[in-house]
């Protein structure tokens, strides 16, 4: 059970991250992606919302 609960984790925690980086490095107005603001966002989503999921899967295994 504990091995799905990871799995599930890091399937919404990957989507997440792809998702709102592909969303939010577009500029408006512009029909491209722009390297900068995706670099600047995929900087931000790993060093807070990584470490925030894997703090949560840690908690979640020592719980268990």
């Known amino acids: 059970m504990v091995n799905g609960w990871l799995i599930l984790l890091l399937l919404i925690g990957s989507a997440l ?3 709102v980086t592909l969303a939010i490095a577009k500029n408006p ?3 491209r992606y722009s390297s900068e ?3 600047n966002l995929l900087t931000l989503m790993y060093t807070v919302v990584v470490p925030i999921v894997l ?3 840690i908690a979640i295994l020592f719980f268990l």
Do not use: A, M
Request: negative net charge; proline residues 0%.
């Open 17 to 19: 991250t792809i998702g």
């Open 37 to 39: 603001s995706s670099f």
């Open 55 to 57: 703090v949560l899967v």
């Open 29 to 31: 107005g512009e029909d």
